[in-house]
């Protein structure tokens, strides 16, 4: 029976290995940000330095798991009840355009200010873009702004998750691990 199949299937370890790790690095860039302290101080430039780096390697490890997803796909879906499996397609959809977006608009929103990116210990200067200041304005609120929202969207997707766990007792937390 098919929901049998999607009820035992599990993600690939590459998936389970992406998934977790890019949590991780979003949870950094996040901590990394909040406690980065006032401007000109030594602690604000250390954070925004690991903000920068956590962030920049979201980037790069959201195309490598863009690139498996494509080739090797996804267990079906658990939901039986059509709303909720309509509601997850959509929120895992926004966390994989999450994933390229926000860190794309850090990087623009610097290079818009007239700087390169660079990351701490690593020769590479990222400059995607010239200086724009206009440009800037509209980068840095969107990244703001999403970067704020999708505190709210994570929490949910991560509430469906325990739910699932809890609540329903089904195998959709266990098959991320
Ligand atoms: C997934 C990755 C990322 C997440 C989740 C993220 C999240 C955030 C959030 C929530 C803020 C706003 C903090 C506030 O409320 O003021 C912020 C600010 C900022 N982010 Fe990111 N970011 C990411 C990647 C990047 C990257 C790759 C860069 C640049 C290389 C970057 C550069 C910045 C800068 C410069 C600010 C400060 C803006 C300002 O207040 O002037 N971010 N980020
Ligand atoms: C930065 C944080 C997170 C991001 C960007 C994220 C992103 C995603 C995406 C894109 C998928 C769909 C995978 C696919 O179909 O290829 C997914 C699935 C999943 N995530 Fe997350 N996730 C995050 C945090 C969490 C947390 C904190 C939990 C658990 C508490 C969690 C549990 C799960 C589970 C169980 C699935 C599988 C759902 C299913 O089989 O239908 N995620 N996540």
């Not at 959509?90 to 700087?115: D, E, K, R, S, T």
Request: no cysteine; charged share 10%; hydrophobic share 60%.
């Amino acid at each position: 029976m098919a929901t049998y199949s999607a009820a035992t299937e599990r993600y690939t370890k590459p998936a389970i290995f992406f998934h977790w790790v890019i949590f991780l690095l979003i949870a950094l860039a996040w901590l990394a940000i909040e406690v980065r302290g006032p401007k000109g101080t030594d602690s604000r430039a250390f954070w925004s330095n690991v903000h920068f780096w956590a962030g920049s390697l979201v980037l790069a490890l959201a195309v490598l798991r863009l690139a498996w997803r494509l080739w090797r796909g996804a267990p079906a879906g658990i939901d039986s009840i059509a709303l909720l499996s309509f509601l997850s397609r959509l929120v895992h959809l926004a966390l994989y355009l999450f994933i390229f977006v926000q860190p794309l608009l850090g990087i623009l929103m610097i290079n818009a200010g007239g700087h390169p990116v660079t990351l701490a210990g690593f020769n590479l200067q990222i400059a995607l873009i010239g200086p724009d200041p206009a440009a800037r304005t509209f980068f840095k609120d969107a990244h703001v702004l999403i970067g704020n929202l999708f505190y709210w969207v994570i929490g949910l997707h991560a509430l469906a998750a325990i739910a699932h766990h809890v609540v329903f007792r089904d195998n959709t937390l266990r098959r991320m691990f």
